[in-house]
């Protein structure tokens, strides 16, 4: 029988419209013959769906509509299988829907790339791709994975943090303060979010306040860094986990102003002839105008593919993910910006250049799934003990309560 793959893509976030095309690009990708794909979509009202009319990304047009053609469900384990059942439940008969061997988390930004989502998968036993826990959640948060990324000695840009209650508290201390610590001009971005939703750049004091005003309307912890001029952007996927990953061709992003902008990434025109293979006409990370292979030197191609694998494992990443790097043209100074750990697109374009299609790709990320489900289950969790059945002694906050 044939594995069943479930793609869960949607979420609450900011990112929700591109989950969805992430997601049908993936599902559209994954390799029949091997697999079963069962689609998993989560509402931005946090219900779980699945039906056939998931996988057409043109009936997202009319999201009521869809919904309708589509069956409630929830996600239940039962003697070591992953079940799909129908919600609200039938008084009679089964309420099985489908079943689930491995999951293919699709889902950008808040709750869904961040730790959360990875999180109801080891709770519920279920194999993923992907991030664990604690390597998602420093993915998506931006000042964890700075500080992690300045101690590890990879080389990154000058950046000062606050939560929004330290600029409520104070704003002209936090003005004065990165002021004092940065040069203008600087990039002001929400901890955790991605898509360059909240981002913005401030060349003096009004546009530095303007700009945090808006990154706190999406988070309540922001980042201010300094910006590199002659600015060359250019990204490196990665796949596997840390005992082994192999590092993308280089893509160079020409962006329509001096950074990546939501409109840019999704809005853009040129397209990308890799991108027939998602079977839509919406090509999401796919359609940003770029150059691959970026326009470095051999040499420069090579350090920068080597500080991708440096990054994706000190950031304990698995998967695939991508890294993205900024290049000061003008000294050719390289630093890390930051990782994507479910990209846009899940970065199939990038593969399609080095050495597999998306649906190997594709292919890859299931083995990755099992592969970690088989290592940790050979790892312990717990051991058998009777502390409950001790006589007297009990435990140091139990004075007051007999065993």
Known sequence: MKLKVGVFFGGESVEHEISIISANQAMHAIDRTKYDVVPVYLSKKREWYTG??????????????????????????????????RYPAKKFGSNVVNTIDVAIPVIHGTNGEDGALQGFFELNGIPYSGCEVAAAAVGQDKVFMKNILRDSGLPITKYVWYYSSDWYA????????????????????????????????????ASLEEGITEAISYDNKFIVEEMVTQLVEVNCSVIGDFSSAKASVLEEVMGSDEFLSFKDKYEGGGGSKGAKSSGTKSQGMASTNRIIPARLTEEGTKYVQDLALQTFRVLGSAGVARIDFLINAEDNNVYVNEINTIPGSLSFYLWEK??????????????????????RESLTFSFESNVLALQGGGTKGAKGTKA
């Open 52 to 85: 056939e009319a998931l996988f057409d990304v043109k009936e997202y047009k009319n999201l009521d509509a869809l919904l309708k053609k589509c069956q409630r469900i929830i996600i239940v384990p039962n003697n070591g299988k992953i079940q799909i059942e």
């Open 354 to 375: 080095t050495d597999r299609n998306f649906t190997e790709l594709m292919t890859s990320l299931v083995e990755l799934a099992l592969k970690r489900q088989r290592e």
């Open 170 to 205: 104070n704003q002209e201390s936090c003005l004065d303060t990165i002021e004092e610590k940065l040069m203008y001009p600087v990039m002001i971005k929400p901890a955790s979010l991605g898509s360059s939703v909240g981002i913005s750049k401030a060349t003096d004091r």
